[in-house]
């Protein structure tokens, strides 16, 4: 009887212990999904990220300020701040998995849920919704770091650029990166695909 009694607390402390990381896991999301649940999105440089403790939670939060330098969907002034769970303040640390963090004088395109109670907002799908913005030798290239043959599984190809269906579909692997004005020429299709 002790032998299964120390079984079930055992599997029951490593439930307890394996649910915090569960509660961060997010499913990929498609491109479609990233763009329809975005209540904005647009292309800016980030100026500034501080972090504070939050009143209204107790936490660290970080927020980040950026140059808006064109809107792609909803209404955005000149700059833009969001608010975030984690980051440093006075030598304490908390750093949450999967919240993604700027990095100054870079230049991103975001896709932005609403902002909550609390005045939290972070791009849609945590990681998901922040794509670089990469200089290359033709221009500028973007990536979240996924495929997009992935992320634009089950699109009509009526919604998907000819450039970009060309380049996808003569990639012999993955294509991780797209031309800037080619994904933006890509968000825009999408997005008047669910208005």
């Known amino acids: 009887m002790p032998r299964q009694l120390l079984f079930t607390c055992f599997c029951l402390i490593s439930l307890v212990i394996a649910l915090p990381a569960r509660a961060m896991s997010v499913l990929p999301l498609y491109l479609d ?5 975005a209540a904005i999105a647009f292309q800016g440089k980030s100026l500034e990220n501080h972090s504070e403790l939050d009143p209204q939670t107790n936490s660290i939060v ?23 769970i984690g980051g440093e303040l006075q030598g304490k640390k908390n750093q949450i ?49 996924r495929d997009f043959k992935e992320m634009t599984l089950g699109t009509p190809t009526s919604l998907v650029p000819s450039t970009v269906l060309n380049k996808m ?14 994904f ?12």
Request: hydrophobic share 35%; net charge neutral; proline share 4%.
């Open 33 to 37: 999904e990233i763009v329809n649940d």
């Open 62 to 84: 970080t927020y980040s300020t950026f140059e808006v330098q064109e809107v792609l969907k909803g209404e955005v002034g000149a700059t833009h701040t969001i608010k975030q």
């Open 97 to 145: 998995t999967g919240v993604p963090t700027f990095t100054v004088g870079e230049s991103y395109i975001l896709f932005l849920y609403g902002v909550s109670a609390s005045g939290f907002s972070s791009p849609v799908g945590l990681g998901q919704g922040k794509f670089n913005i990469i200089p290359a030798s033709t221009g500028f290239q973007v990536s979240n770091g």
């Open 169 to 182: 579909q003569q990639a012999p692997g993955r294509v991780k990166q797209l031309d800037l004005d080619e």
């Open 184 to 195: 933006k020429q890509l968000v825009r299709q999408q997005k008047g695909a669910f208005k």
